[in-house]
């Protein structure tokens, strides 16, 4: 079968910007290492003093791997946090001495994320890399795919597949995956109507769709998919869900409340994470003092600040901010495919969580709101470089939100098991998070 090599037409040509970079990500999380490449840079490593010294002391066998292959083994950082193969230079000195073929998948392919879908080999970027962060938020377009070219890839053969589409034909929630999955991406980026419509209607299909295709779902009936993946489309009906949202002013506490609740537990467990600082920052300036906690600030109060803040954003501005979290949503919608949770429903409200927590952090930016007036004031010079520190804004709040939330399995698992023990994989809650 021959294979279409498939990805997004900002990351076709992505290159790590290496000692450019402003924050390598050869620091600060351990490196999974495969067991293949373990062995050769073994064999490499111990064959000069200095690096036997590094690999002896740095690099491990992982006592409880999860694949046995891909964890085999892990780097650790040194005192300083940093992978004690990066030089001075922010470079891999492995990869200057060796290159490429004895690296392990990770350093070698990050932040790239490689997919089989049937006969389409997909490339994605993850967001927790600022570069890809960049490319993705500030592309001209939402999403659209193009070819690329295997040989662009680090290693074109030896290349790690990090998930694969089931071809078991009995397999029903697989069997869909592509055709719902496209549909989810198309509503996404229909940006004639406003990111809360669209993430409504995502909430809306993926509540109906749910009732009978999700995991382990018996024979999907294709023409009743057809019909409400056809029907969440029809613009009718995304005017219904503009002007439901347009009336609606129900004031939920309980998405504030979830918010505020999981940026506590950040701040609480991974109090360097700069993410925990930006979050730290944001509760400050609601009022809340070094001593007293988080939880500490009446959510009421906390409501209103957001909301406040909210409100003095201009729909011009909202327009363009949501171009930002369009593209982010996409992004999580083409890469972490919906099929690793029981339905595109808990999928989707998952996603709504951590799109509130990056909203209530983004438009909580003490910069932000002096920035937006500046810019609606400025002349067509100034607002080039009123635009760039909007852009910057937006891109580090988003790569650290991916590298502390996103990517951090272990965390993402913990929201998920508080979020269904309070029974809130239910539509009744989606507004709250949808509007937020
Ligand atoms: S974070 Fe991205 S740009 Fe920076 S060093 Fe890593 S791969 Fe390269």
């Not at 932000?368 to 009123?386: F, G, I, N, V």
Request: proline share 4%; net charge negative.
């Amino acid at each position: 079968m021959s294979l279409n090599y498939k990805t997004p037409d900002y990351f076709r040509d992505f290159e790590c910007l290496g000692s450019d970079c402003p924050d390598t990500c050869c620091q600060h999380w351990e490196v999974k290492l495969d067991r293949s490449h373990y062995h050769l840079l073994q064999e490499k490593m111990l064959q000069d003093e200095t690096e036997k010294g590094l690999f002896e002391n740095y690099i491990d066998v992982n006592e409880q791997p999860v694949t046995g292959d891909h964890d085999y083994a892990f780097i650790r950082m040194n005192n300083e946090g940093s992978c004690p193969m990066l030089s001075k230079n922010k470079l891999c000195s492995l990869h200057d001495r060796y290159g490429i073929e004895p690296l392990g998948d990770v350093c070698a392919f990050y932040p790239r994320v490689i997919s089989r879908c049937g006969a389409d080999m997909e490339l994605s970027g993850a967001l927790s890399c600022p570069q890809v962060a960049r490319l993705c938020l500030l592309s001209k377009r939402p999403f659209k795919l193009s070819r690329f070219n295997v040989s662009q890839l680090p290693r074109s053969k030896d290349y790690p597949i990090q998930r694969e589409l089931s071809q078991n034909p009995f397999d029903y929630y697989a069997d869909n995956f592509r055709l719902v999955r496209q549909k989810l991406l198309e509503l996404a980026v229909y940006e004639d109507f406003s990111l809360n419509v669209r993430l409504y209607a995502l909430a809306e299909l993926g509540q109906r769709i749910s009732l009978y295709y999700h995991r382990d779902c018996k024979a999907v009936d294709s023409k009743r998919l057809g019909k409400d993946l056809q029907q969440v489309m029809d613009k009718g009906n995304l005017n219904n869900i503009q002007n439901y949202l347009a009336q609606d002013d129900s004031v939920n506490l309980f998405a504030m409340l979830v918010v505020r609740a999981v940026l506590e537990i950040k701040i609480t467990q991974f109090p360097d994470e700069k993410l925990s600082q930006i979050a730290k920052k944001t509760f400050a300036s609601s009022g809340m003092d070094s001593e007293s906690s988080i939880s500490d600030l009446p959510i009421e109060d906390v409501q209103k600040a957001y909301d406040k803040l909210r409100q003095r954003v201009s729909p011009a501005m909202n327009k363009k901010i949501d171009r930002y979290f369009t593209r982010y949503l996409c992004n999580c919608l083409f890469r972490e495919w919906y099929f690793t949770m029981p339905d595109t429903f808990t999928y989707m409200q998952m996603l709504f969580i951590r799109m509130a927590m990056l909203r209530f952090l983004f438009y909580s930016e003490p910069r932000l709101l002096p920035l937006l007036k500046q810019y609606e004031q400025a002349d067509r010079d100034e607002r080039s470089q009123l635009q760039t520190e909007l852009d910057s804004l937006a891109i580090n709040l988003v790569y650290n939100f991916a590298r502390a939330v996103d990517q951090n399995m272990s965390f993402l698992q913990l929201v998920y098991t508080a979020v269904s023990e309070q029974d809130m994989f239910n539509f009744d809650y989606s507004l709250a998070f949808v509007k937020f």
